[in-house]
């Protein structure tokens, strides 16, 4: 498994903001996934059986700025904005995703 995953890019994931740094791993859940996380939060997670990254945000913060557009006065500082964005659109739609396809 380690010479795979030597060979292969499966996850990728960067934080522009530094928000939610904290305590990064990787971690393999029910033999089945394995899940990116960072700050108490899923980012990424790749279906071992799809052989896929099933979701994966290569930048969050990113993909969060891009939808706030319209909305006056969000910047870097904005953290409890950003965090309510990752846990709606990545950690639970990760927890979900993982509780439907057990």
Not at 33 to 41: C, D, I, P, T
Not at 56 to 83: F, I, V
Request: no cysteine.
């Amino acid at each position: 498994m380690k010479e795979w995953i030597d060979k292969r890019t499966i996850l990728y994931n960067y934080d522009e903001a530094e928000l939610l740094t904290a305590n990064p791993k990787i971690e393999i859940l029910n033999n089945k996934f394995l899940v990116f996380s960072r700050g108490g939060y899923y980012f990424s997670l790749y279906d071992i059986s799809l052989a896929k990254d099933t979701i994966n945000s290569s930048s969050p913060w990113h993909d969060w700025k891009a939808q706030q557009l319209n909305e006056a006065n969000s910047n870097k500082d904005d953290e409890n904005k950003y965090k309510k964005w990752v846990k709606e659109n990545l950690n639970d739609r990760i927890k979900t995703y993982i509780e439907m396809n057990q």
